[in-house]
C-alpha cells in the first residue's frame, strides 16, 4: 500500500486549495479513503471520510460546508477541496486508508493558512 499526498502550500485566509492522494497497492475501488489532519502540538485529527463509490461523506464539524471530499476510482486518486480557508486550518494533512485491519498514511502534505 502506497499513498502520496500533493497539492499542499501557503495560501491567505478564505483562500482554497485542492489536495490529491494518488493510491496504490491495493484495489482502491473497493475501499473508502479518508484525510486526516496534525496541528503544531495537536493530536492527528480526522477530517473526511468518502466510502468506495462516493455513496457517502461525512465530515468533520469544524470543516463542514468548507471542505469536499471527493475520489476518481479511474485514477485511484483521491481529493480534498478546500475552500474559506482559515488559520486554525494551518496543519499537515494526511490520507489514510484502513487495510485489512491496519491503518496505512501517506508522507503528508502542509497546508499553511496565513496573511
Known amino acids: 500500500v502506497q499513498l502520496v499526498e500533493s497539492g499542499g502550500g501557503l495560501v491567505q485566509p478564505g483562500g482554497s486549495l485542492r489536495l490529491s492522494c494518488a493510491a496504490s497497492?491495493?484495489?482502491?475501488?473497493?475501499?473508502?479513503m479518508s484525510w486526516y489532519r496534525q496541528a503544531p502540538g495537536k493530536e492527528r485529527e480526522w477530517v473526511a471520510t468518502?466510502?468506495?463509490?462516493?455513496?457517502?461523506?461525512n465530515y468533520a464539524d469544524s470543516v463542514k460546508g468548507r471542505f469536499t471530499i471527493s475520489r476518481d476510482n479511474a485514477k485511484n486518486t483521491v481529493y480534498l477541496q478546500m475552500n474559506s480557508l482559515k488559520p486554525e486550518d494551518t496543519a499537515v494533512y494526511y490520507c489514510n486508508i484502513q487495510y485489512r485491519g491496519v491503518d496505512y498514511w501517506g508522507q503528508g502534505t502542509q497546508v499553511t493558512v496565513s496573511s
Open positions: 468518502i466510502t468506495s463509490a462516493s455513496s457517502r461523506r
Open positions: 497497492g491495493f484495489t482502491f475501488s473497493t475501499y473508502a
